[in-house]
């Protein structure tokens, strides 16, 4: 029996609106790949971007290290008075957030769409 092929992982930066980063993640972020994504977060962090949302629409699987770095980059952001949200998690990755609660610890939004507009709210709830 013959392992399935792992679907390669990507991280591609992008800016939406407003100029809010966008970081789509794709394939598997898993032990290995955690590193990655978390050193992009980081970087982002560093170039003094506050505002991030994590597209995972084409998030094939996580496991617990990639958990840990989103709730890790929200916690720095929320610390630097910014905001991390994540969107459009698959259905299967979104059943590993329900399972483990992540709700109550990441923003965690339907669609890009809904992920740009509540950190749009957030600027203006800010700003008034």
Same mark, same amino acid.
């Given at each position: 029996?013959?392992?399935?092929?792992?679907? +390669?992982?990507?991280i591609e930066v992008s800016s939406a !609106?407003?100029?809010?980063?966008?970081?789509?993640?794709? @394939?598997? &972020?898993?032990?290995?790949? +955690?590193?990655?994504?978390? =050193?992009?977060?980081?970087?982002?962090?560093?170039e003094g971007e506050r505002e991030v949302?994590? $597209?995972?629409? !084409?998030?094939?699987? *996580? $496991?617990? %290290? @990639? *958990?840990?770095?989103?709730?890790?980059? +929200?916690? +720095?952001?929320?610390? #630097?008075? @910014?905001? &991390?949200?994540?969107?459009?998690?698959?259905?299967?990755? =979104?059943?590993?957030?329900? *399972?483990?609660? &992540?709700?109550?610890?990441?923003? *965690? #939004?339907?669609?890009?769409? %809904?992920?740009? =507009?509540?950190?749009?709210?957030?600027?203006? =709830?800010s700003a008034g």
């Amino acid at each position: 029996m013959s392992e399935s092929p792992r679907a +390669a992982f990507e991280i591609e930066v992008s800016s939406a !609106e407003g100029e809010i980063t966008v970081v789509a993640v794709r @394939g598997e &972020l898993d032990f290995d790949e +955690a590193p990655a994504l978390e =050193q992009a977060l980081a970087e982002l962090r560093a170039e003094g971007e506050r505002e991030v949302v994590v $597209d995972l629409s !084409e998030l094939m699987f *996580i $496991d617990s %290290s @990639g *958990i840990s770095v989103l709730v890790g980059a +929200a916690r +720095a952001a929320s610390a #630097e008075r @910014g905001m &991390l949200v994540v969107a459009s998690p698959t259905p299967h990755v =979104q059943r590993v957030f329900d *399972i483990v609660r &992540l709700v109550e610890l990441v923003a *965690i #939004e339907e669609t890009l769409e %809904s992920a740009l =507009q509540r950190i749009g709210w957030r600027r203006e =709830q800010s700003a008034g």
